[in-house]
């Protein structure tokens, strides 16, 4: 998942119900620690086998534990403002560090834990402003961070940079992508960002005059070229505002949150790849929808199932609504809500999606540790229930204003944490339970022979603090 959040103030492309600004007015809500700072897990040695081996299908009904907080370091830096995570690797994006150029940081996942293995920054050295770090994405040895602020030649168009590890970590490698001849005053582009292997889709929703457009870029090889362009069809519509790529890059789907005549009812549009070039598949909708529902403010899709959010649903409570493709046609099963919902949760703001594990974000949820909650579906057959409800660790954090979903493991961005405000934070969740691996397999050989050697049971004591581990 890559979506735009709230559009930032040195953008004058005013779509989102509140701004960077409004979050750094320090008017936060209280709220007491849920998260316990230690426990005990006991596992199976057959488990382990597992978590050795990198076992990343997650069981059905089990339960995400908090594996790391990745504190940021610099205060007023947005840090966890974007995420994104792919297998053992993880991205963060800090808007406003690196002297308001802003910056990604890169974590890899050992061990030893989460550690950080790379800082990010534009480039051709950047300016203030650039908004670097606004989207990010990661698949494979590609990281692609958007700048939405970057000025090409004179007015905020935007940039996205691309980085790729060729064994010995993350370099720039060019061009820098941009929105070419079509370039205009607060296109936005790099606002959004989906990446799967050597294919990209990236948004600039504000597009001539706000009606928005989305690019395919592709890497044959010899470096990103762009593939094509879709348009959006209704003025102010803001389409690319939200992008997303399924794992096999064969299906996208792109959100404009703000059509129908300007109401912000929503929808979003899927095109599928077929010899090189894209057509529209569907347009998907809320059948319930209302204005102000904001339904594709974010989206996610993997396989034949996308999620789409619509956080202004119900006076704000929010909603994400489900679709299943079966013969080329998507069809909606119903939207899904919190067990809490309450007015002004913002719930569906970010969402992501892998296998039949979805996360989404409510990043204005009042409560004890608010504002902000994240909260994990899971799919039995065609039937989505709500498995869990996680929280940050401290008030104040805006905790779920981005998520990523990789595999088993969640990511959720907390830009306003930190003792000084808007530093922000990262959480990463995993499940206890994996889904066991096929008998005979090395994963299960492993674990016997620690049950043998007398680990029948195996007790593992995590302590959880302001640094990764």
């Given at each position: 998942m890559a979506h735009a959040p709230h559009m930032d103030r040195a953008l004058t492309i005013l779509i989102a119900s509140a701004s960077i600004s409004q979050h750094a007015t320090g008017q936060r809500t209280g709220r007491e620690i849920l998260m316990r700072n230690d426990f005990k897990l006991i596992v199976l040695g057959v488990a382990v086998g597992a978590i050795l081996g990198g076992a990343e299908a997650r069981a059905s009904g089990a339960t995400a534990v908090l594996q790391a907080r990745i504190p940021g370091q610099t205060a007023d830096a947005y840090f966890g403002y974007s995420v994104a995570v792919d297998g053992n690797t993880a991205v963060i994006g800090s808007i406003t560090d690196n002297s308001n150029k802003g910056a990604a940081y890169v974590f890899s996942r050992g061990g030893s834990g989460w550690t950080l293995t790379q800082e990010l920054t534009p480039s051709d050295g950047g300016a203030d402003g650039a908004l670097f770090g606004y989207a990010v994405a990661v698949s494979g040895n590609t990281v692609m961070v958007g700048?939405?602020?970057?000025?090409?030649?004179?007015?905020?168009?935007?940039?996205?940079?691309?980085?790729?590890n060729s064994g010995t970590g993350f370099s720039a490698v060019g061009p820098i992508l941009t929105g070419g001849s079509n370039a205009q005053p607060n296109d936005c582009f790099g606002c959004a960002i989906a990446l799967r292997s050597n294919l990209a889709l990236i948004g600039a929703p504000g597009s001539f005059g706000n009606m928005g457009q989305a690019s395919v870029f592709s890497n044959g090889g010899s470096g990103w070229t762009l593939q094509q362009s879709f348009l959006g069809s209704a003025a102010a519509g803001y389409f690319g505002f939200s992008v997303a790529l399924s794992s096999d890059a064969s299906t996208a789907l792109i959100g404009a949150f703000a059509v129908d005549n300007s109401t912000n009812t929503g929808r979003a549009y899927a095109y599928v790849a077929a010899g090189g070039s894209w057509t529209e598949q569907g347009i998907l909708s809320a059948s319930d929808g209302q204005p102000g529902d904001n339904f594709g403010y974010a989206l996610a899709v993997d396989g034949n199932t996308?999620?789409?959010?619509?956080?202004?649903?119900?006076?704000?409570?929010?909603?994400?609504?489900?679709?299943?493709?079966?013969?080329?046609?998507?069809?909606?099963?119903?939207p899904l809500v919190a067990a809490d919902a309450a007015q002004g949760d913002y719930f569906g703001w970010s969402v992501?999606?892998?296998?039949?594990?979805?996360?989404?974000?409510?990043?204005?949820?009042?409560?004890?540790?608010?504002?902000?909650?994240?909260?994990?579906?899971?799919?039995?057959?065609?039937?989505?229930s709500q498995q869990q409800e996680l929280f940050a660790q401290n008030s104040g954090e805006y905790f779920g204003y981005a998520v990523a979903q990789g595999g088993a493991t969640s990511v959720i961005g907390a830009f306003g944490a930190g003792?000084?405000?808007?530093?922000?934070?990262?959480?990463?969740?995993?499940?206890?339970?994996?889904?066991?691996?096929a008998a005979g397999s090395p994963l299960v050989l492993v674990g016997l022979a620690l049950m043998l050697i007398g680990a029948g049971l195996v007790s593992v004591r995590i302590r959880f603090g302001e640094n990764a581990s």
């Open positions: 700048a939405p602020g970057v000025t090409t030649p004179s007015a905020a168009n935007g940039s996205v940079y691309v980085y790729s996308a999620i789409v959010g619509a956080y202004g649903r119900a006076n704000r409570t929010g909603a994400a609504y489900i679709f299943e493709r079966s013969g080329g046609v998507w069809a909606s099963q119903g992501a999606i892998s296998g039949t594990t979805a996360v989404i974000g409510a990043s204005e949820k009042t409560g004890s540790t608010g504002p902000g909650a994240a909260y994990v579906f899971a799919a039995n057959g065609a039937v989505w003792s000084t405000p808007d530093t922000g934070a990262a959480y990463v969740f995993a499940p206890v339970a994996t889904a066991a691996p």
